[in-house]
């Protein structure tokens, strides 16, 4: 592969990492891309006026993903996620105005395999036990119906994932390079390298985006489930985390867990089964320009009025967030209402608007959290409210424009997950405020690595301590708040979501893979 040798060759201070990622997406253009998510870049929809049409998802990740097609022939397999997706199943999509297209292939299993995949393992099992946020007293409680799930649900969809790639890889004379998503998907590595002879076999890169428990914690699962999820994983060539700590934790956890593997820490590698997989860590960001282009929108302009008006013109503390309990959206209502409690001068001054995107309903959890926090905001205003003044207002749907109009006008953006692979809320608030206002983050979101010099870091449980931060924000005097906010938008500029994807493609290349 006359890229790989090119990269390799390159002086590392050739350039910025951009203009060698232009480099190698040309060197990989000889190559196949296959991307494996749960979610694909687009969802269809049909009505009788407009027939079947696609809506394009929102994300950076989507952005990030579908700029490598640009360059390289590539598709996307992922579930149908409405019954339009099923019935279009399969084609060429042109995503942008150069005429290229992107092969979009709909998987569609049976409905009780999605849920059992979907709604009891991936959410909760998985989500839970990465973001340490089982109550192990009482969950999990792997039951029948849960190993019913595994069987026929998670390991079912995963060899389908497996079989569409597989299908992929051999309809291609060109090398093929498979880019996996997430923990949905874990099994889908092994799957595909036990189904493909040694010649067939792609480059694989597995990105897992949220973090990933210690040992200790995996030691909760069953063997047989943290044993195939381990033997998935260690079939990528490359596996990426957000942190540093998270490839740790994984390699740490194959050492605990997983019999006849060896593991180096420092060259980030675990050997297993005649292979190596390389473990990295590529934080993932967001997309600076896009994001600016959306900011300085119609839509938004509207918005920004709209939440002006509601909010009047008092101080505004901010959080926008999935309705999530990882996000510990409700000990920021504690917090928010302790803070009230020790420093009365913010009475009738300061408003808390937390704007929700409901998230995972599906899922028992996710409903009572929703319920709970509810509550929660109620509670504060039956306490501190006054006919004139509603401390806590929660607006619950989902509209990015409505998002980025708030994280424009707060004076506080609060970031208090309980764990986080990246957060990128954390990342878009500073560029998109307009004034210069305070980020409180969470020590234990992956963002936090890059951002703690410009935020007010603390530790996500300490209700006291975060209700401390509030009024420091609050009270912070402009210089302070000035200086802070340049140092965040200058941390999240240098390092966009296009570096996310180069590093990827520098890891391959510098692998010779
Ligand atoms: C997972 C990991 C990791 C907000 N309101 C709406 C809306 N948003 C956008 C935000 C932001 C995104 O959603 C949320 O991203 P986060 O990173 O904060 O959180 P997760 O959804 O949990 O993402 C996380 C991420 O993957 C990437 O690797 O950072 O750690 O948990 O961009 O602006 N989007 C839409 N409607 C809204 O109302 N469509």
């Known amino acids: 592969m006359s ?8 002086p590392r201070d050739s350039g910025s990492l951009r203009q060698r990622c232009e480099a190698l997406q040309a060197d990989f253009s000889n190559r196949r891309l296959i991307i494996a998510a749960n979610r694909g870049p687009l969802t269809f929809e049909g009505d009788e006026d407009r027939g079947l049409h696609f809506k394009r998802g929102s994300g950076g990740l989507v952005t990030a993903l579908t700029g490598l097609p640009q360059h390289i022939d590539a598709t996307w397999i992922a579930c149908a996620q409405t019954e339009a997706d099923t019935t279009w ?3 060429d999509v042109q995503f942008w105005d150069n005429g ?20 009891v393992i991936a959410n909760p099992l998985l989500w839970f036990l990465q973001h340490s946020m089982w109550d192990v007293p009482r969950v999990p409680v792997i039951d029948r119906a849960t190993w019913q799930a595994w069987h026929e649900g998670y ?16 309809a291609t004379s060109r090398p093929a390079l498979v880019m996996l998503q997430d923990y949905h998907l874990y099994l889908v590595p092994r799957f595909v390298r036990d189904l493909l002879r040694r010649r067939e076999r792609p480059t694989t890169l597995h990105f897992v985006h949220i973090p990933w428990s210690g040992p200790e914690y995996w030691a909760i699962l069953p063997p047989a489930m943290r044993q195939a999820i381990l033997e998935g ?24 867990h997983l019999p006849r593997a060896h593991v180096n820490y420092r060259r980030g590698r675990v050997w297993y089964r005649n292979h190596t997989t390389h473990v990295r860590d590529f934080p993932i960001s967001i997309d600076v320009e896009a994001l600016r282009q959306l900011a300085v929108s119609e839509e938004v302009a509207v918005y920004r009025s709209e939440l002006q008006e509601i909010m009047g013109g008092q101080q505004l503390i901010v959080r926008v967030d999935r309705s999530e309990p990882s996000k510990n959206i409700l000990r920021g209502f504690q917090a928010f209402e ?4 020790l420093y009365p001068e913010h009475h009738e001054r300061v408003r808390f608007l937390a704007m929700l995107v409901p998230s995972r309903l599906g899922v028992d959890e996710y409903q009572d959290y929703l319920d709970e926090l509810m509550a929660a905001a109620g509670r504060v205003n039956a306490r501190y409210g006054t006919s004139e003044w509603e401390p806590v207002r929660i607006l619950v749907g989902e509209s990015r424009p409505r998002a980025v109009a708030a994280l424009q006008l707060y004076d ?7 764990a986080d692979g990246m957060n990128l809320v954390a990342k878009e608030g500073p560029i998109v405020n307009q004034l210069d206002g305070v980020l409180i983050l969470s020590e234990r979101t992956g963002a936090c690595q890059q951002l703690e010099s410009g935020a007010l870091v603390i530790p996500p449980c300490d209700v006291y301590a975060t209700a401390q931060a509030l009024h420091q924000a609050l009270i912070m005097p402009p210089e302070g708040r000035q200086e802070r906010a340049d140092r965040l938008r200058w941390l999240v ?19 010779n893979l």
């Open 493 to 511: 500029e240098r390092e966009d979501i296009s570096d996310w994807l180069c590093r990827q493609l520098e890891a391959v290349a510098e692998l």
């Open 100 to 119: 290229r297209t992107v092969r979009v292939q709909f998987l569609s299993p049976d409905p009780a395999a999605y849920k059992g995949y979907y709604n």
């Open 3 to 10: 890229g790989v040798l090119t990269a390799n060759n390159a």
């Open 338 to 341: 302790e803070m009230l409690e």
């Open 233 to 256: 994983l260690c079939a990528v060539d490359v596996l990426g985390f957000q942190t540093r700590e998270d490839g740790l934790n994984f390699i740490r956890t194959c050492e605990s």
């Open 155 to 170: 390991v079912a969809v995963n060899r389908l994932f497996a079989d569409a790639i597989v299908g992929r890889v051999r």
């Open 89 to 91: 199943h399969e084609g």
């Open 412 to 418: 506080v953006l609060l970031v208090n997950a309980i």
